[in-house]
């Protein structure tokens, strides 16, 4: 008994690791949540950026897809907010996001009034110069957030927005979901492998 949980421990570490390394990868991304809303709300986004680099991250710029209305940011401590046409700019004072660190900005925007898909592109500044530029397609290394916007009942809602000062802005975050369709391929990949591993050794015990 005790060989056979040696050998199906051996045979999970490998699955284990896969998963957890295309995990991180697929989480590593710069993201806008939520990626779900409605027809002409004011919804409280959130913004998170992950530093993937040695080099701290010392600055972000997103543009405000077009039918998009920027209308409030929540102060960072240690970053400065400036707005040009559709740009928006967070900037460090201070030391930035450090390697394997993230930061959330939060702010809120007026949906367009046509259901459809909006991108956020997103342009992330390095300390040691370097940029990426998070713009690309879906399935790309470098993928824009996209928030796909549905038809709401009244046209209107402004129920999932900031503007009820009650709720904490911080709350739109809960439904952010970082993980791209690679990290739910990466998922099965390795289920299949461990499915394979196990068959594979029942049929060498037999």
């Keep these: 008994m005790n060989n056979l949980l040696r050998k199906l421990i051996t045979l999970l570490m490998p699955s284990a690791a896969l998963l957890l390394l295309f995990t991180a990868v697929a989480s590593a ?16 986004y959130t913004l998170k950026v992950p530093s993937e680099k040695d080099s701290a991250t010392i600055q972000i710029d997103l543009r405000i897809p077009q039918g998009a209305e920027f209308k409030q940011y929540e102060p960072s401590p240690g970053w400065e907010v400036t707005i040009e046409g559709n740009k928006v700019s967070w900037k460090a004072t201070g030391e930035g996001i450090l390697a394997g660190q993230f930061q959330r900005f939060y702010f809120t925007a007026k949906n367009p009034d046509t259901a459809g898909d909006i ?19 879906e399935g790309t290394d470098t993928p824009h957030a996209v928030t796909e916007i ?34 739910y391929v990466a998922l099965g990949v390795s289920i299949l492998a ?5 068959v594979g050794l029942f049929r060498r015990r037999s």
Excluded: C, F, K, R
């Design 194 to 198: 461990l499915l394979l591993s196990i």
């Design 29 to 44: 991304h710069v993201t806008v949540a939520p990626a779900l809303s409605g027809t002409g709300a004011w919804e409280t």
């Design 150 to 183: 549905v038809q709401s009942a009244s046209g209107h809602d402004h129920s999932h927005g900031s503007m009820n000062m009650e709720e904490p802005v911080h709350e739109a975050g809960d439904a952010e979901s970082s993980t791209s369709p690679a990290g």
């Design 119 to 137: 991108a956020w592109d997103a342009y992330q500044h390095y300390a040691d110069g370097s940029l990426v530029q998070w713009s690309g397609e």
